[in-house]
């Protein structure tokens, strides 16, 4: 017979369930053409001989190419010529009457004899034919024919194959070596030959080096078993260091009563003290009614970027101007002046280029780091996170600190209307198109959340009436030991390394700054036990935060394995990655980021059946407002937090929509917001 396999990329291979890795694949090649594609090649004698076979239409490929059909298709062409006069004229040839005399020895016999007809001659008398010397070139030929279009097919039939590796693969060259074997391998001297120039032809962008297989159904079955053995073994101790990473249903609902627990605790005048989750009120009390207008400046502080707006509402919509500004890490780990100085530089800079200092315009301040508001335009820092520590600012009323630098330098312009947390900006302005929108979350340097709580259920403020917006500072949920019991090894270790240990725990657990950490910590564990990269970390795979979370992205990306571009990403870090490698490596981003997608679900998933049984709902229709790079880049994690939020939160029906720019058209919102709801109040 005739067959073929290969390894394929397992996520094509949508019969089976596996998705990740290769998986060896058994072609059955011998079946194609059964369905009448092959039609227009089939000459009489190979429909002669499938007419005669045990199996007539089936097995069409193979019996054009395998060795038990090759001297029937002779015979039958021998029998054609015969009554065509072509050969043996005058002669007795009924002895070729009888199906399978002529056999595939016979045939190899004769081509393998090339130089003289005396081989071909004493084959055929043995058949008790008499061939003319004519007969014996002809029936030379024949067999020549024969042998060459099976070599050639089989040749077809690989080349298109390794075409598809490469592709799937996404190479521009392949290398594969093809192990074979098989009485025509080894039994045509030119088989090999034409296998190489044929598929070299076809398939140029592939090379294959084929080695002969010795007792491939022994020696393979052998090497099954032990890959197997081998494989599961090492699957056993992957699943070990992964299965304090990997949560349970039971789990993510306890997160999501402890969030709850600690949310009242935080919303309690006398237990807020002692909650983990700060739950501060904002001074927010309504969301957009999209009657608000005006020209607003905004600032955007508390992730990578510093950035200075101008954002005008008005009734064909929100526009506005942008401009990026860096911080340097000396001014974020320097003096608070240092800080607050530099941002009026900025400003000024801003207002110039955008021709706007001769005009006071409400400014509405984003500023994402935990706040103790006092008012809307009054906010004491509680600690900086994300990487600040500017010094004489923790304690200080933030909008105080901006305005004593502006008297500084000197600039007398600035009128700071609000002060505000980024959760509360994404709320905002999602909530100006879906007034449904009443939660904002952040998902990207850190990760934080707001929603709008029953003034009722607010004991840190005065007053029963309405709705507040509250910054629940979930980041630093956790950092009470409330969930001491789902941190890892590796996320104890990650936190130690930061510059705040055991501060923002949750955030740790989730958002960017962390997530490549904790991969690069559960890949320097991996490596130790022989599980990646032969057992050898490189000197760069130590350093620390040298795996950034958009890796992550890139690895997880697309439904089989960028196998160039995790080599890409490993190759940067001095790693030499295998093929089982990537495959591992892949495996550890997808718990990790599943994990930070569950956990943030949970959380959410505590704050939507608050906000339910607040209103005295069976089913809550809710919107939240998202934000933050994580959220919108990664490919899998919006994904799995809808996915899992569904699960947790049955009775709520959640939409996500992604804010566009939420700091700045927020900032200006909250203004809007206060000086419409101010002047209604008159
Ligand atoms: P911030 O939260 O500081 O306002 P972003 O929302 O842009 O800023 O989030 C920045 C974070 O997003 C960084 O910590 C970085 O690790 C992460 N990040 C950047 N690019 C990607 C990506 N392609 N996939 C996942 N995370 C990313
Ligand atoms: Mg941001």
Redesign the pocket.
């Known amino acids: 017979g005739s067959n073929c396999c290969f390894m394929a990329e397992a996520y094509l291979v949508e019969t089976a369930e596996e998705t990740s890795g290769r998986m060896c694949v058994n072609t059955e090649w011998g079946c194609f053409g059964d369905d009448g594609t092959l039609n227009d090649i089939f000459t009489p004698y190979d429909e002669s001989v499938d007419e005669e076979s045990s199996n007539p239409g089936e097995k069409r490929f193979e019996k054009l190419v395998g060795s038990l059909y090759l001297g029937e298709i002779v015979r039958h062409a021998l029998i054609a010529l015969t009554a065509e006069k072509a050969l043996f004229t005058g002669t007795d040839i009924s002895v070729l009457k009888e199906k399978g005399v002529f056999t595939m020895q016979h045939v190899l016999d004769i081509i393998n004899n090339e130089d003289g007809t005396t081989e071909v001659k004493r084959v055929l008398e043995v058949l008790g034919l008499q061939p003319s010397e004519r007969d014996c070139g002809r029936v030379q030929q024949i067999c020549r024919a024969v042998m060459g279009r099976a070599a050639t097919l089989h040749a077809v039939g690989l080349a298109a194959i390794l075409s598809y590796m490469c592709q799937t693969r996404d190479m521009e060259t392949l290398m594969v070596n093809v192990g074979v074997e098989g009485e025509l391998y080894t039994g045509y001297g030119r088989f090999e030959e034409i296998l190489q120039s044929v598929s070299r032809l076809l398939s140029p962008e592939c090379m294959a080096t084929f080695l002969p297989s010795r007792d491939g159904s022994g020696r393979g079955a052998a090497m099954v078993t032990a890959v197997a053995l081998r494989l599961a073994a090492q699957r056993r101790v992957v699943n070990e260091v992964l299965a304090p990473l990997r949560l349970t249903h039971a789990d993510l609902e306890k997160v999501q009563a402890l969030m709850r627990q600690e949310m009242e605790k935080g919303l309690g005048k006398h237990t807020n003290a002692t909650a983990s989750v700060r739950m501060l009120p904002t001074y927010v009390t309504h969301t957009p009614d999209g009657t608000e207008r005006g020209d607003f400046l905004a600032l955007d502080l ?4 510093f950035r200075v707006l101008v954002v005008r509402v008005a009734e064909e919509g929100i526009s506005m101007a942008s401009e990026i500004y860096v911080i340097p890490a000396s001014i974020m780990q320097g003096t608070g002046e240092g800080l607050f100085d530099h941002i009026i530089d900025c400003i000024v800079d801003f207002q110039t280029k955008q021709n706007l200092m001769t005009q006071t315009l409400p400014l509405g301040f984003t500023f ?1 780091f935990p706040c103790q508001q006092v008012g809307l335009d009054k906010a004491l820092l509680l600690t900086w996170t ?1 990487g600040f520590t500017a010094s004489g600012c923790v304690g200080q009323d933030v909008v105080q600190l901006l305005r004593e630098a502006a008297r500084r330098k000197q600039h007398s312009g600035l009128q700071v209307v609000a002060l505000l947390n ?1 959760t509360v900006g994404t709320m905002m302005s999602c909530g100006y198109d879906d007034p449904k929108c009443e939660i904002g979350l ?5 990760t934080n959340a707001c929603y709008m709580e029953e003034m009722r259920n607010v004991g840190t403020v005065e007053g029963d009436q309405g709705r507040m917006c509250i910054n629940m500072e979930w980041g630093a949920f956790g950092d009470n030991g409330c969930l001491d019991h789902i941190f890892t090894h590796f996320d104890r270790v990650v936190d130690e390394t930061t510059i705040n240990p055991g501060k923002q725990r949750f955030e740790k657990l989730i ?3 962390y ?2 950490e904790i991969v690069r910590q559960i890949l320097l564990v991996m490596t130790e036990k022989q599980l990646l990269f032969q057992g050898r970390p490189s000197a760069k795979l130590q350093t620390r935060n040298i795996f ?3 890796f ?3 690895i997880e990306l697309s439904n089989g394995l960028a196998l160039r571009q995790i080599r890409t990403i490993l190759s940067e870090l001095e790693l030499e990655a295998s093929f089982e490698d990537s495959v591992l490596l892949r495996e550890v981003c997808q718990t990790v980021s599943l994990r930070a997608a569950q956990l943030c679900a949970a959380g959410l998933a505590a704050v939507v059946e608050k906000m339910r049984e607040n209103r005295g709902l069976d089913q809550l229709s809710i919107s939240v407002g998202v ?4 959220y ?3 490919p899998c ?1 919006s994904h799995n937090l809808q996915k899992t939020l569904k699960d947790l939160a049955p009775n709520c029906d959640v939409s996500f929509h992604l804010s566009e720019d939420g ?1 700045g058209k927020g900032a200006a919102l909250v203004a809007a917001v206060a000086s419409r709801t101010a002047s209604a109040e008159q």
């Open positions: 508390g992730g990578t970027n994402s994300k980024d952040i998902v990207g340097t850190g958002s960017g700054m997530l490549g950034q979370t958009k992550l992205s890139t934000d933050g790079t994580l919108k880049l990664h994690f700091s």
